[in-house]
C-alpha cells in the first residue's frame, strides 16, 4: 500500500519533535495539535502495567515510529487507515489480563514495505492499558509510558 507524502512528513516531523526533546512542559489531558507521543502518553494512557500483566514491556521510545504514529492516531481519535481499526480484539489468545469482551481495542502499526496490514499492533485496553506486538498477537509487550 502507498503511504501519502504527507503521512510520511508528519512521521518524519515527529520524530524530529522526539529528538529534540520537545513536549517535556506541562501535560494537557486533550491532544492538542502538535502533541507528542510522550505528554500524549503520559495524560492518557497508564505508565505501568495492570498488576495481573505478568508479562514483558518496552518503553514508549524503544516503538517503531509508526507505532508512535498510531498511538497519536489513537489519541486523537482517528481516522484510522484500515477499517479494521478501532475493533474488538476477542484476546482469544489468552495473552493479555482477562477483560470483558468489548475492553481490548486493536490498531494497525504500520509496516515499511509490507503490501498488507503486516503483523504489528498496538492493543488497548479500557482506552488506557497499551500493548504492542510485533507478530501478529504470538506475543505482547505492555507499552511503559
Known amino acids: 500500500m502507498t503511504r501519502r507524502p504527507a503521512r510520511r512528513a508528519g512521521v518524519l516531523?515527529?520524530?524530529l519533535v522526539l529528538?529534540?526533546?520537545?513536549?517535556a512542559g506541562s501535560v494537557t489531558?486533550?491532544?492538542t495539535p502538535g502533541a507528542t507521543p510522550s505528554t500524549v502518553a503520559t495524560s492518557r494512557f497508564a505508565a505501568e502495567p495492570p498488576a495481573d500483566w505478568g508479562g514483558d514491556t518496552i518503553e514508549l521510545g524503544e516503538?517503531?515510529?509508526e507505532a508512535l504514529d498510531t498511538l497519536l492516531l489513537v489519541a486523537d481519535g482517528g481516522p484510522y487507515p484500515y477499517r479494521q481499526d478501532d475493533g474488538t480484539f476477542g484476546n482469544r489468545e489468552r495473552l493479555l489480563p482477562p477483560r470483558p469482551s468489548q475492553a481490548y481495542r486493536e490498531y494497525t502499526v504500520e509496516t515499511p514495505g509490507s503490501d498488507d496490514r503486516g503483523a504489528r499492533r498496538l492493543v488497548i485496553a479500557d482506552g488506557r492499558d497499551?500493548?504492542?506486538t510485533d507478530d501478529h498477537y504470538a506475543s505482547f509487550r505492555f507499552v511503559v509510558t
Open 13 to 15: 516531523l515527529l520524530l
Open 63 to 65: 516503538l517503531p515510529p
Open 130 to 132: 497499551v500493548y504492542y
Open 29 to 31: 489531558p486533550v491532544p
Open 19 to 23: 529528538l529534540a526533546g520537545c513536549g
